[in-house]
């Protein structure tokens, strides 16, 4: 009913930037906190950055800084600016949405399928 589809990872040198998008496309009410999560090789997923429906945002501690999360509530979309990346910051990145769906009760979680993202020199 809902799909989201990420997009804009690869290889980056440290300290580089990428920018990685992700849209959400379905029979969409309204979508509430989205956010993007990684996780790496031998690791938990963990969240890394949410906004809100009216723009709020968080970030984990190792990101804060150098990442920003941003949304445009007309095309549904959510976007992560990551810069000044760190070997660290390897991981398949992972988008996440909150959603209210036409004849559905409550939100429903919907997660994108992931895009890579590699920093190495």
């Known amino acids: 009913q809902v799909q989201l589809v990420e997009s804009g990872g690869g290889l980056v040198l440290p300290g580089g930037s990428l920018r990685l998008s992700c849209a959400a496309s379905?029979?969409?009410?309204?979508?509430?906190?989205m956010a993007w999560y990684r996780q790496a090789p031998g690791k938990q997923r963990e969240l890394v950055a949410t906004?809100?429906?009216?723009?709020?945002?968080n970030y984990a501690d190792s990101v804060t800084g150098r990442f920003t999360i941003s949304r445009d509530n007309a095309k549904n979309t959510v976007a992560l600016q990551m810069n000044s990346l760190k070997p660290e910051d390897t991981a398949v990145y992972y988008c996440?949405?909150?959603?209210?769906?036409?004849?559905?009760?409550?939100?429903?979680?919907?997660w994108g399928q992931g895009t890579q993202v590699t920093v190495s020199s």
């Open positions: 996440k949405a909150g959603v209210l769906v036409f004849g559905m009760i409550g939100l429903t979680n919907y």
């Open positions: 906004v809100t429906g009216g723009g709020v945002t």
């Open positions: 379905g029979n969409i009410v309204s979508i509430y906190t």
